[in-house]
């Protein structure tokens, strides 16, 4: 049983990444995508940077 998708919480996109990924990144944004509820790929990424950027913060503190 899958979880319910929240409605996205980004903000109005600013611009488009395109990189390639392997097999196992793909799965990983897809796990990730399900387990966080998100509406899309895009939105685990800008989750994963906001955690990735506090935890740098804090790090620096």
Same mark, same amino acid.
């Given at each position: 049983?899958?979880?319910?998708?929240?409605?996205?919480?980004?903000?109005?996109?600013?611009?488009?990444?395109?990189?390639?990924?392997?097999?196992?990144?793909?799965?990983?944004?897809?796990?990730? *995508?399900?387990?966080?509820?998100?509406?899309?790929?895009?939105?685990? #990424?800008?989750?994963?940077?906001? #955690?990735?950027?506090?935890?740098? *913060?804090?790090?620096?503190?």
């Amino acid at each position: 049983m899958s979880k319910k998708t929240r409605k996205s919480t980004a903000v109005e996109p600013d611009g488009f990444i395109n990189v390639p990924v392997t097999q196992a990144t793909r799965a990983g944004l897809h796990e990730l *995508k399900e387990a966080m509820g998100a509406a899309s790929q895009a939105e685990v #990424i800008e989750r994963a940077v906001q #955690i990735l950027l506090a935890i740098q *913060k804090a790090a620096r503190a």
